[in-house]
């Protein structure tokens, strides 16, 4: 088996708990300078962008000298950069660490934070926030979780080490239960096992059971049930068998009891402002369990969080969470 070559580390530090970009230059083009491609790569951003770019010393080599404008073009050659990062609302709620050892760290994320950067969040992320206040720069998340969705995340603190976390949740070796409230229907009998086939595509919003195999499994189980809107809340354990995006969402619309909150389901809802931090989704990642793939020891945690839907239904309604 071939081995692959390791990568060169990053010659510049993080900022702001985030990598510099690293760009490895193709095998064959009709460059003649590294300026040329780079020019052509970010061509979004502008050649004169790029021209301010080379003359600040903002491109770097695996030497961490700056790359001159009219460096020759060397395929296979490394350079990194650090982007410019959008300006960010801070999400408001703290991110509580429940366990960290020297292989792992557990988070307890509140909603609206993402876990990992991705699109316009990038600084106010899990991932970027833990390697901040934890000063443990090869922070990595093992998996993710919802941004709209609040509750415990696995994170890893070796790179070396994280395939094989990765691996647990690859593997369904992780037990997960998430907690929801949703609408009571007094005629849905639960508990009952949820099975379909939900396709998620790449540009589009929400997820969708199509006909076919199922590739999709959740438990569902009625917890307790309290006088509210309609027929009242339902406090509801979901227990997902596999990993499908927005897989529980997904399900709990299919029963009729879509969870409060949610802006895709049953129906696609106008964005909202950013830093409108109101009305989270009603979903929690309760527990998270595991045998730990390095060390053996048996791991199960607990979120300490509650849904605001279920201990103060009226302030969550009018936003005042």
């Known amino acids: 088996m071939r081995r692959r070559t390791p990568l060169p580390p990053s010659p510049l530090p993080q900022r702001d708990g985030i990598d510099a970009v690293r760009v490895r230059l193709p095998a064959d083009g009709p460059w003649s300078t590294v300026r040329?491609?780079?020019?052509?790569r970010l061509a979004r951003a502008g050649a004169g962008v790029v021209d301010g770019m080379f003359d600040a010393g903002l491109f770097v080599g695996a030497d961490g000298r700056a790359v001159p404008h009219d460096a020759p073009y060397e395929p296979g050659m490394f350079v990194w950069y650090h982007r410019d990062l959008p300006a960010e609302v801070p999400v408001p709620f703290p991110l509580e660490v429940v366990y960290r050892d020297e292989h792992i760290v557990v988070a307890d994320k509140p909603h609206f934070l993402a876990t990992t950067p991705r699109g316009g969040h990038v600084t106010e992320t899990a991932l970027a926030r833990l390697r901040r206040e934890l000063g443990v720069p090869a922070l990595g998340a093992?998996?993710?979780l919802d941004?709209?969705?609040a509750g415990l995340v696995l994170f890893t603190v070796r790179p070396e080490e994280r395939g094989?976390?990765?691996g647990l949740f690859r593997d369904r070796l992780v037990r997960k239960e998430y907690e929801a409230v949703a609408p009571y229907d007094p005629e849905l009998v639960l508990p009952r096992t949820v099975r379909s086939r939900i396709l998620k595509e790449r540009?589009?919003?929400?997820a969708q059971e199509?006909?076919?195999?199922?590739?999709?499994?959740?438990?569902v189980e009625l917890i307790e049930r309290r006088p509210g809107p309609g027929l009242g809340l339902g406090r509801y354990r979901l227990v997902p068998g596999t990993g499908q995006t927005h897989q529980l969402r997904v399900h709990m619309t299919a029963l009729g009891v879509p969870i409060l909150g949610d802006p895709l389901y049953p129906e696609v809802t106008a964005p909202v402002p950013?830093?409108?931090f109101r009305r989270p989704l009603q979903l929690l990642a309760r527990e998270l369990g595991f045998?730990?793939?390095?060390?053996?020891r048996e791991h199960r945690f607990r979120s300490g969080r509650s849904l605001a839907a279920w201990t103060a239904y009226e302030d969550w309604a009018a936003g005042r969470q």
């Open 142 to 144: 093992a998996h993710r």
């Open 164 to 166: 094989a976390y990765q």
């Open 203 to 206: 540009g589009v919003l929400a």
């Open 210 to 219: 199509i006909e076919g195999e199922p590739n999709a499994v959740s438990r």
């Open 274 to 276: 950013a830093g409108d």
């Open 147 to 149: 941004r709209l969705t």
């Open 36 to 40: 040329e491609h780079l020019t052509e």
């Open 291 to 296: 045998t730990d793939p390095v060390t053996g």
